[in-house]
C-alpha cells in the first residue's frame, strides 16, 4: 500500500482521505468535555466542593478551546449547567462573587442563569420549583447569616422579577420583617431541598444526553484486564499444579531455578527521593474577594493552632434551638443535613452529635 506524503504542516491525512488531524483533535475535545462534564456533576450529587473547583478550571479551559469553536448546542448548555452549579455550591458564601456587581449574591446570579436553562427542563414543574427554591433561598441565606439588610436589598430584586408571584413576594417580605428565621414557609424550601431538587434535574438531563462515552471505554478496559488477570492467574495455577505432579521432589531441587529480579533493588542517585523535583502543577490566584473568609485564614489559623489550642466554644440558645429543630425535621443521626440548613458557626457534625447527648442526658432534648 502507498503512503502519501505530509502536505500540511499543520495537519495529517490517512492514506484513505478520511478524517485530518484538526478533526481529531476536535472530537477528543469533545469527549473531554463530555467526561468533564459528568465528574462535574457527580462532584456536585456528593458535595465535594474542592473536587468540584479542580474540575471546573481544567472545564473552563476546554469550553474555550480553539477545537470546539463549531460549538453544537449541547456544549453551551453543559456550560452553562456547570456554571449555575458552580453558584449554587457558593450560595452560602456572601463574600463570592461571580458578577461585576458585588450586590448580585451567587444565589441570584444562580436565579439568572437557571433562567437560560428553561428549554433543557422537560419538566415545567420542576423548572418552577427550582426557581422557587432559588428565590426563597436568596432571602433564607441573608437571614441565617444575621445580613437583615442584604435580605432587604434582596427583597427589591424580587420585585422586579416579572416571574416571581405576588403571594410568594408577600411571603418572603413578612418573613424578613418579623426575623422569622425559623418560619415553616423557610423550613419547607430549605438549601439541601434546593439540592436534593437540582440532583433530581441532573439524573434527567445525564439519562436525555449520556455523556458517558469515555468512562464506557474506561470501563471495557478495566473489565478486559481484569477478565485477562484472572485467566493469567488460572493458567498459572494450572502449571504450577502439573509441575508438582510429574516430578519428584529430588528432581524438582535440581530443576529449581533462582528468581529473577526484573529490576535492581538497588537504588541509584536519580531515583532518590531527595534527588527528584517535585512535580507542581500552575495554580490560578483568586482575588481576595472571590474567596471565603475561612479559606483566607487557613494558613493564618493553623499556625495559631500549633501555638495555642482554640478556647471552647460555648452552645447557646439559639444554637440549641437551631439543632432541636433540624432533628425535628430530619431525624436523630442526620447531622450533614441539619448542618446545611442552619448557621452552627463552624461546627462539625461530631459535635451536633456530642451536643445532642448532652441534651438527651440533661432532659433538655424536648
Known sequence: ???????????????????????????????????????????????????????????????????????????????????????????????????????????????????????????????????????????????????????????????????????????????????DTYNHFLMSYSFSCLLDTICTFLDDYLKRNPSDYLLKAATDVVVSSDDMKHLDDVKSEDDLSSETTNQTPDSSKKNERKKRKLFSTKITDMWKPESCKKLTIPVRKMAAKELPNHTLNTSRDTVDGQKKRKPRQKWTYQLDRYLKDGVKRHGVGKWGHILQDYDFEGRTSVMLKDRWRVLKKGYLAD
Open 1 to 179: 500500500m502507498d503512503v502519501e506524503a505530509v502536505t500540511d504542516d499543520k495537519s495529517f491525512v490517512k492514506a484513505d482521505g478520511t478524517e485530518s488531524f484538526p478533526q481529531a483533535c476536535a472530537v477528543a475535545t469533545g469527549w473531554m468535555f463530555d467526561f468533564l462534564f459528568v465528574c462535574l456533576c457527580r462532584h456536585f450529587k456528593d458535595g465535594k466542593l474542592d473536587e468540584f473547583n479542580k474540575c471546573i478550571e481544567t472545564f473552563k479551559t476546554l469550553s474555550q478551546s480553539s477545537s470546539l469553536i463549531d460549538k453544537e448546542k449541547h456544549y453551551d448548555e453543559k456550560t452553562l449547567i456547570c456554571g449555575f452549579l458552580s453558584r449554587v455550591l457558593y450560595g452560602k458564601h456572601l463574600d463570592v462573587f461571580f458578577e461585576e456587581d458585588e450586590s448580585v449574591l451567587p444565589l441570584m446570579s444562580a436565579f439568572q442563569t437557571w433562567s437560560c436553562l428553561e428549554k433543557t427542563v422537560q419538566d415545567e414543574s420542576l423548572f418552577k420549583n427550582i426557581s422557587t427554591l432559588l428565590l426563597v433561598q436568596s432571602v433564607d441565606v441573608c437571614l441565617k447569616k444575621g445580613k437583615r439588610n442584604s435580605a432587604s436589598s434582596v427583597l427589591k430584586w424580587i420585585k422586579n422579577i416579572d416571574e416571581c408571584p405576588q403571594k410568594l413576594q408577600v411571603k418572603l417580605s413578612t418573613i424578613v420583617a418579623q426575623r
